[in-house]
């Protein structure tokens, strides 16, 4: 090998490793934030915006369990209250998802449809398993709904109207609780962080550097990488995609499923302290850090 070729490889492996390394240091960086506190909110837990009618939907409820307590708030783009039970006679909401004027809601037993055009509810359908704790809710660009069932460890998809369980793993799919996708493949936040190829249904677990555990919602920031925040001790993390998760933010209010808008890099969490019964959303100006 001559002179030229053997500086091409150095180059080209420095290059790489450089690569890599950015890829693997890559975060981001919280540089301003602020609330939005609004009078009933109640253990608000999801937040979803809708492009369409530019305002936000935030699932509210008591306990998870099947009652009337449960609702969805309006808020505009600027986070204003604009109708605090948009939606009422829900359970306990949790995961939302917007396709087609249609909002669908996991609602600790059934998969709700409403109408984002006036707020009245469409349908309801049913879990196909009793006690099967459906959590979130992620949808395909053809219009395909998946639902994550955190009790019996499944993602249930509906089909002809009908909820039907779609694919069960005790193991990489324990405790599903966010979803999402992204790169065509369904990300699953449960006790672990799974990723599903939609054609083969093969399920792979995502290795984390360090190893955290029990996560609740995630989103997608347009980068490859994901924002998760976690059930217990509950905090914000940022996972790169390949390996390195990092914590971005940790205080005595809980996160709930959050969502990015990789738009203006602004993240949306619902938050709260339940002890001292005060909830709120969370705004926080997100910047990629090196």
Known sequence: MNKRLIILSLVLILIGCKNQSDQ??????????????????????????????????????LDYKPGSNGFISKISKEGQLMDLKWVTGLNRPTGMAIYDSILYVAD???????????????????EPISNS???????????????????????????????????????????????CFQNDKLVVAGLDISSIDLGSKEIALLPLNPMIKDFDGISPDGQGGYFLTTVENSGLYYFNGKENIIKLLQ????????????????????????????????????????
């Open 251 to 290: 205080t005595d209010a809980y996160f709930g499923d959050i969502e990015f808008n990789p738009k203006n890099n602004v993240l949306y969490a619902p938050r709260g302290e339940k002890n001292a019964a005060e909830f709120f959303i969370s705004e926080l100006i997100l910047e990629l850090g090196d």
């Open 108 to 126: 600790v037993n059934s998969l709700v449809q409403i109408n984002t055009k006036n707020g009245k509810i469409i349908n309801r359908f049913a």
């Open 24 to 61: 693997t240091a890559r975060s981001w960086d919280i540089p301003s934030s602020k609330n939005w506190n609004h009078h009933g909110f109640l253990n608000v837990e999801s937040i979803t915006y809708d492009n369409l009618n530019q305002v936000f939907y935030v699932s509210n409820g």
């Open 133 to 179: 704790g459906l959590n979130d809710v992620a949808i395909t660009k053809k219009g395909e709904v998946f639902v994550s069932a955190s009790f019996v460890h499944s993602i249930f998809k509906l089909n002809n109207g009908v909820l039907e369980q779609w694919l069960k793993e005790p193991e990489k799919l324990k405790l599903a609780n966010g979803i």
